[in-house]
Each structure stands twice: as C-alpha cells, then as structure tokens.
C-alpha cells in the first residue's frame, strides 16, 4: 500500500512533500528491491526442492517395480530371465544404475533373511585366518540368546574364543562331530545342544511364572533336571514330581517320576496319564492341563 | 505549476514502482506458498517411502539415489556405478558364504511392514527357497519389540508350504512347528532331515556303480529302496529300505531295514537259518558297521 502523498499542496509544501516521498523511497525501494530477490531466490530454491523430492519418489516407485520383477523370476527360477530385460529400456540412461540398485535391497534382504532364520552369520576375521559364527537360540517363537563363536582357521580349525556356558560340553561335541573336515555338522550339533538348553531354560521360567502354586524345588544349571511340589487340590495332598531330561538335545524329559504320601496316587489312572503328558508336552504347557483338570491346584 | 506537475509524475512513478513491487511480491508470495504446499505433500509422501526398509539407504546406495536424481557430484556416472558394483559384488559373495554354511538357499525374500513406530516393528516375512532338493515356501510375521538395552523379537503366524511329495515324512513335524512358531526349529530339521537322505542317496549310488549287476534302484536314488537281485537267482531279492523318519519333536532318525522275498522253493533249497534270519542279522551289522558297512557286508555274504 502506498502512502499518501499531497499532491496539492503549493510551493514549499510541495517541495518538501517531494523530499519526504525520495526518502521514504529510498528506504523503502532498496527493501522493496532486496525482498523480491529475497523471494525469487525462495522460489527457486523451493523448485529445486520439490522437484528433487520428485525425482526421488519417482525412483523409489522404479526401484519397487524393478524389485517385484526381480523377486518373480527368482522365486521361479525356471523361468526365462531375458523377457524382463525389455522393460527398463525406456530409461535406459539410468537403467543399469537401476538394476544394480534394486539387486542391492534384493541381496541385503536375502541376507537379512538367512540371519533371521537361525544362520551362522559367517563373517571372515583376521584377513581370512579366523571366522566368526553366531548361533541363534529360539524357543516357541520367542528369540533368546545367542552365542558366538571365534575360530581359527589356520592350520588347523581351533576354537580361540567363545561364550558358550561351560556345562555344555564343547570340547567333545568338537571332537564326536569331526569339526576338522565337517564344520557344519558341528555347528548342527552344538545348535542342537544350545537350543534345547534355551527351550528348557525358557520352559522354566514359565513354570515359575505362569504357576505360583507349584513350588521349584531342585533344577540345575544345564536345565536337564527338575524337581517340583505339586499339591492335589481338596485332600492338600503333597506330589514331588522329578522331571530327568537325561538327552541334553531335546526339550522334553526322559524320565518322570512321582512320589506322594498318598502311595496310591502314582498308580492311579489319573497320574499315569499326567506322568505320558508330562514326558510329551512342554512343562508350563502341561502344567495348565493339570490344573484343568483338576489334579493340581 | 510545471513543479506541481513534476512533483505529480515523480510521485506517480513512485507509487507506480512501488506497486509493481508489490504486486511481484504478492505474486512471489503465492508462489511460494504453492510451492511449500507441494513439497509438504511430497515430503511425507517420502516419510512414507522411508518407513519401507528395503529401501533404506544408506552408503553407495545414498549416493546412487542422489545421483539419479540429479545430483550430478564430483565423480560421475561411472564413478558412482563402480562403487555401487563393488558393494553389490561384496553382497553377493557374503551371500554365497551364509548359502553354503547355513546349508540353505533363499531364492527370494519380500519383506512388508506393517505397522512401525516408537517401540514396535512388525514386518511380514515371504521367503522361497530350496535345502539340497527339498523345495519350500515359509511365510511369517517378526515383531520387535525394544525393551530396555535390547529388544525382544518374536514370531507369529509361521506358514509352511513344501511339495507334496516331500511331505510325507514331514507333515506331522510341520504342523507341530507351525503350531509353536518353531522356525528355527524348521530350518534346522530341514537341513538335517537333507543331510540324511544325501547320505542314503550317496551310498545307493556308490552301490550301484560298484555291483551294477546287482543292484537296481527301482525309484531312484533318491528313494527309500534299493534292491539286491541275485544275478543267477532271479525272484530272489534282499531289499534294502532305508526311510529317513522326522518326529513332532524335530528329531530325525534313519532306520534302515532288511526285507527279503524269496519264493517258497528257494527256501527250502536253502538252509533256512541264514536267508530266513537275514533281517535280524542285518540289524546286528547295522548297529555295528552302520549302513553302508552293513549293506556291503550282505552283498558279499550272499556270495555276488
């Protein structure tokens, strides 16, 4: 909005109304002046902006439909790979740019992949003297701990560091699977052993848990032996139950075992069939059965 | 009066100069209010893209993203490609590396996330692949969920698909490791229940190349059975069956048995004792020697 200038007033006045409106347009065109380049250089810098957000969305779209195409063929092997080759020629300056982009997010998740799935992680150390493995542990679907290992690979295949906890017996795992000429086979087996430590490590902790009205009454470190007070609702009536997980490569017991004031009770047809549920069903699971049906408070 | 009048048109083109200004700033103004609009728009459009993490980029990927978009840098094209390739190349070579010592090939993994944002990720999970010749298809959903230090990741909804044919043996197991979410369970099976048939078929075939006059494997040497025809006897046959059993639990047992067929007349040609006993005396070997062991001994005491 511009200011009012008098435009009728005569001599003097008018003269300095003309010098008020040179100074005040003097201030104000220089500002008027600096603000439009100000803006222009706004905008400019704006376009390049978004124009430059464009483009990226634009490529993250290419980089999708290039991924599912190249996800489809490799799903199907069997197929032809040339037919899809075609297609990226309409941009064909960036295309192999593209493509190498696309194979990238493929291999990472590929990878990403055979980590979740339990892997051994490989990574090679030491310019390729050592090697690190990782062995994941998981237990009805919850992932646990996981333990590395460090080994030299020459001259021989050494283990030179590890944190896998010492009553697992690494030592002749190393030696009955021939780890020397059969890495894998070890690391299989020592996958075995951790695993089913971790799952019987896990059922426990459900045990004390998830049932506070049985008492833990002996467990060891490896997990492979537990004791348990149960209490037969109504006559209050005691049952020890002693769980022995004699084969340290799988989560359910080999051996259980009751014992009861009540001598009878062992033997009765109810108990018989706790004792086959015990030996086939997780614990915490099986301890839920029991109470169900109401052999246990 | 002429001074009037200058004094008029000197305040005229003030005013006319300063309007000009003015409009072009108005318009200026507009412009850029449209454009932060636009590039508010795109910029979440982008946050969107960003939250799918195939796409994340960071490293050579980075600098490919910024050079396809124009963002021409010191170096070029052809700089930024070599790089990129020799990242590629390194991925490709880590990957044949987990490949072979995990024992498993992923063909294809599809990630899709479902839901991200302060402390949960869940992403679903479709991967393909095969374990010696055992094809499968595992679909699953992980959630992570950061706790303290760490976080706690689990699985849920674990879908199994694997060819029919194959099944036989599995489909209690498989149920079983759907049923508890047990994927790493599955894959360990898998390989291992592999790594036992490769034994059989790789002993069948040792066979059948050292007494091809023999030994016939009528389904292959990927099945269970093999055969052991007298050359001088026809209707006589030892048939070796070697299945490869999987339990609910994931244990993976081969039992391998003797089975004989031989006609009423050759039994009473023969003392009885030997032929007849033969499937109890190939257990005996068995647990001595072990299978191939076994099964060489059988072949020589049969006089081939």
């Avoid at chain 1, 290039?66 to 197929?79: G, I, P, T, W, Y």
């Avoid at chain 1, 192999?96 to 992949?113: G, S, V």
């Amino acid at each position: 909005m511009g200011a009012f200038f008098p435009l009728f007033s005569p001599g003097v006045l008018s003269h300095l109304s003309r010098l008020e409106v040179e100074a005040r347009s003097r201030k104000s065109r220089p500002q008027q002046r600096s603000r439009v380049k100000e803006l222009k250089a706004k905008v400019e810098a704006l376009r390049l902006q978004r124009d430059r957000l464009k483009a990226e969305i634009e490529t993250h779209k290419s980089l999708q439909k290039l991924r599912v195409s190249m996800d489809k063929q490799s799903a199907h092997e069997e197929e032809e790979e040339e037919e899809d080759e075609e297609e990226m020629d309409e941009d064909s300056e960036n295309s192999q740019l593209l493509r190498l982009m696309a194979r990238h997010t493929q291999l990472k998740d590929l990878l990403h992949a055979h980590h979740i799935i339990g892997g051994y992680n490989v990574i090679k150390t030491r310019q390729g003297k050592g090697v690190c493995v990782s062995l994941a542990t998981a237990y009805d679907g919850v992932f646990l701990d996981t333990y590395n290992l460090e080994i030299d690979v020459k001259p021989t295949l050494r283990i030179s560091r590890h944190n896998v906890p010492p009553f697992i017996p690494l030592n002749s795992l190393v030696e009955q699977s021939n780890m020397q000429t059969d890495i894998r086979s070890f690391l299989d087996t020592l996958s075995q052993h951790l695993n089913a430590f971790a799952g019987r490590k896990q059922q426990l902790k459900l045990v004390k848990e998830l049932h506070k009205a049985v008492e833990v009454m002996e467990s060891n470190v490896l997990c492979s032996i537990l004791v348990m007070m149960f209490t037969v609702p109504g006559e209050k009536t005691a049952v020890l139950c002693t769980l022995d997980y004699t084969d340290h490569t799988r989560c359910l017991p080999t051996r259980v075992h009751f014992e009861s004031e009540d001598k009878e009770l062992p033997d009765s047809p109810e108990w018989k069939k706790n004792c086959s549920l015990l030996m086939e069903t997780p614990v915490h699971k099986a301890l839920i059965i029991m109470k169900k049906m109401g052999n246990i408070v | 009066m002429e001074k009037k009048r200058e004094s008029q048109c000197l305040c005229f083109r003030m005013e006319e100069m300063s309007e000009e200004n003015i409009e072009e700033v108005r318009v200026l103004e507009a412009q850029i209010e449209r454009l932060q609009a636009e590039v508010s728009a795109l910029q979440c459009q982008q946050q969107e893209n960003h939250k799918d993490i195939t796409f994340n980029l960071r490293g050579q990927m980075q600098n490919a993203m910024s050079y396809v978009c124009g963002q021409r840098q010191g170096g070029g094209k052809e700089k930024v490609l070599s790089k990129l390739k020799e990242e590629v190349e390194e991925l490709e070579e880590d990957l044949k590396r987990q490949t072979q010592m995990n024992g498993i090939s992923l063909n294809s993994c599809t990630k899709k996330t479902l839901q991200s944002g302060g402390s949960k990720l869940v992403q679903k999970f479709l991967l393909s692949g095969h374990c010696s010749e055992l094809v499968f298809q595992v679909e699953f959903q992980l959630s992570e969920v950061k706790e303290g230090q760490g976080s706690e990741r689990t699985i849920s909804d674990l879908n199994v698909v694997m060819d029919a044919g194959d099944l036989q043996n599995f489909s209690g197991f498989l149920s079983g490791v759907e049923e508890n979410r047990d994927l790493l369970l599955f894959f360990r099976t898998l390989r291992t229940f592999t790594d036992r048939c490769d034994d059989r078929c790789r002993t069948y075939q040792h066979f059948q190349e050292k007494y091809p006059s023999v030994v016939s494997l009528p389904g292959g040497c990927r099945s269970e059975v093999m055969n052991l025809n007298h050359p001088e006897l026809p209707g006589c046959v030892l048939m070796v069956h070697w299945s490869v059993e999987v339990s609910r639990e994931g244990r993976v047992t081969p039992k391998v048995d003797l089975l004989t067929k031989i006609p009423e007349r050759a039994l009473q040609l023969f003392p009885s004792q030997p032929v007849g006993g033969a499937a109890e005396a190939f257990q005996s070997l068995l647990r001595i020697l072990g299978p191939e062991a076994a099964v060489e001994s059988i072949i020589r005491a049969v006089g081939l």
